[in-house]
């Protein structure tokens, strides 16, 4: 990584907790990155708030405010580039980045998505595993390319579905591994580095 710590941009959509794990995990030196700004896509979310409370900037930056989601991305872009990210980790951000993003942050660009790449792709990875009937689902890291989705794989963690689970309570589920899976990992590129070799990703320079 060029800076030590690990310069990080955080985007949200939501609640937050994942960014939050990031943000207590930061607060120890030796994980060896820190979230120097987190953007969002929406106002008056909990994901902002947590930020807040921590002292760290915030932007928002609207798909409305723009006359094009070219336009937008473009904006987004120009956010996220001031404040020089060695990673960006998009952590419950609801919205595909485009062309623009992809041309700056590509390949330094991780998203956590709620269910076992390539498995259930899309909005509703925990709907979608309870749905299907699968017994094991999961999280999983990945190095955000153009696809929904479909990047290339750097971490993966499984839970189990219990009988008795609805949407929310397998979400849960999965929410307490993925954001277990996202500190051990991110940190690990941090400290690390990582290298990806088309589909492989490997930690460690
Ligand atoms: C997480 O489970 C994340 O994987 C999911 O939203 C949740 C955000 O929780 N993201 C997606 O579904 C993206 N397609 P949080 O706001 O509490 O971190």
Same mark, same amino acid.
């Given at each position: 990584?060029?800076?030590?710590?690990? *310069?990080?941009?955080?985007?949200?959509?939501?609640?937050?907790?994942?960014?939050?794990?990031?943000?207590?995990?930061?607060?120890?030196?030796?994980?060896?990155?820190?979230?120097?700004?987190? @953007?969002?896509?929406?106002?008056? +979310?909990?994901?902002?708030? *947590?930020?807040?409370?921590?002292?760290?900037?915030?932007?928002?930056?609207?798909?409305?405010?723009?006359?094009?989601?070219?336009?937008?991305?473009?904006?987004?872009?120009?956010?996220?580039?001031?404040?020089?990210?060695?990673?960006?980790?998009?952590? #419950?951000?609801?919205?595909?980045? @485009?062309?623009?993003?992809?041309?700056?942050? @590509?390949?330094?660009?991780?998203?956590?998505?709620?269910?076992?790449?390539?498995?259930?792709? #899309?909005?509703?990875?925990?709907?979608?595993?309870?749905?299907?009937?699968?017994?094991?689902? @999961?999280?999983?890291?990945? =190095?955000?390319?153009?696809? =929904?989705?479909?990047?290339? +794989? =750097?971490?993966?963690?499984?839970?189990?579905?219990?009988?008795?689970?609805?949407?929310?309570?397998?979400?849960?589920?999965?929410?307490?591994?993925?954001?277990?899976?996202? =500190?051990?990992?991110?940190?690990?590129?941090?400290?690390?580095?990582?290298?990806?070799? #088309?589909?492989?990703?490997?930690? #460690?320079?």
């Amino acid at each position: 990584m060029p800076s030590s710590p690990a *310069r990080l941009v955080v985007l949200v959509s939501g609640s937050g907790t994942n960014l939050q794990a990031l943000l207590d995990a930061c607060a120890d030196p030796a994980y060896g990155a820190r979230v120097v700004a987190v @953007g969002a896509d929406r106002d008056d +979310i909990e994901g902002l708030a *947590r930020a807040e409370r921590h002292g760290v900037p915030t932007f928002v930056t609207k798909v409305g405010q723009f006359t094009s989601r070219e336009h937008w991305d473009r904006a987004l872009s120009d956010r996220v580039a001031a404040f020089e990210p060695d990673l960006v980790v998009l952590a #419950g951000f609801m919205k595909l980045v @485009g062309e623009d993003f992809l041309a700056r942050f @590509g390949g330094r660009t991780v998203n956590t998505h709620p269910a076992l790449s390539p498995s259930f792709p #899309g909005m509703h990875g925990p709907a979608d595993a309870l749905a299907y009937g699968v017994k094991v689902t @999961g999280a999983t890291l990945f =190095v955000v390319d153009a696809g =929904v989705d479909t990047g290339a +794989i =750097v971490a993966q963690t499984a839970v189990p579905v219990e009988d008795d689970d609805d949407v929310e309570s397998l979400h849960e589920r999965i929410k307490a591994a993925e954001r277990a899976m996202l =500190v051990d990992t991110v940190g690990r590129m941090a400290r690390e580095g990582f290298v990806v070799d #088309g589909r492989r990703v490997r930690l #460690g320079g």
